[in-house]
């Protein structure tokens, strides 16, 4: 599996969980005190966020750092 | 540092994409600020080297016909200044606290603090210097205080009218640039 399929499994895991927790981008945004423009970016693969961004999203969306992040 | 806590807390959370973009800008104006700063000064010194070692000095008619020292540092500060804003726009956005980042419409009130803050700024710092240059020219006593606060008074209106046009269409620019991205976003997923 090439990095690319790596990103992209690792950004479609953010998009399903926060769909699954019934959360719209700009609801996930409002939660971990993001702009919907950033949970977008994360989503797209266009931008890393820092640890600090990443737990808090975990800790909304009620998953793991390896469940999202980790490849 | 209190006031600093008190402000934070006053604006909110910053978002970390777009304060990133912000520090990208920030160093951007930096480089170009360290760039045209040193390329004055190298000409400020070889403008001074050379009339020295050709024995013509600067404080006679050859000085007036000579590029002033103000002009380069004038386009080092509006490259800058313009440089650092796009990169910004271009992210969509014109400020990190969430708060800001996410308006939909212009916020008048931001505009008018933003302009105000301008005026104030342009006006205390037109009225100070031409008294500090008046004091150390003619003196305490001819200092024309009326006509430095009068002219300070002008420059303030001129720097609201301008800082309040000038960031209205920033954060115009910055709204329609940020909905570009967010439908260019959409159509990824």
Known sequence: ?71 | MYLINKWNEIMGPKDEYLEAQECKATKQAAYILLTGSIITLYYVIMLNQVASTTENPITTPLGASLIPVEYPLIATILIAGVASLSTQIKAGSFSSYKRFAEVDRIPWNFVTAVALLCGIILAVLTSGMRIVAEIQIVGFDQVAWLGDFAIGIVFFVIAFGLGFAFTACAIHSAIIRRRQSEIELDNLL
């Open chain 1, 1 to 71: 599996m090439s990095t690319s399929d790596h990103d992209a499994s690792r950004n479609e895991r953010l998009r399903y969980a926060r769909i699954n927790a019934g959360l719209s981008q700009q609801q996930l945004a409002d939660a971990v005190d993001a702009t919907r423009q950033t949970i977008g970016l994360i989503e797209a693969g266009r931008y890393n966020p820092s640890l600090k961004l990443c737990t808090a999203i975990c800790k909304t969306l009620g998953k793991t750092l390896n469940d999202l992040f980790w490849e």
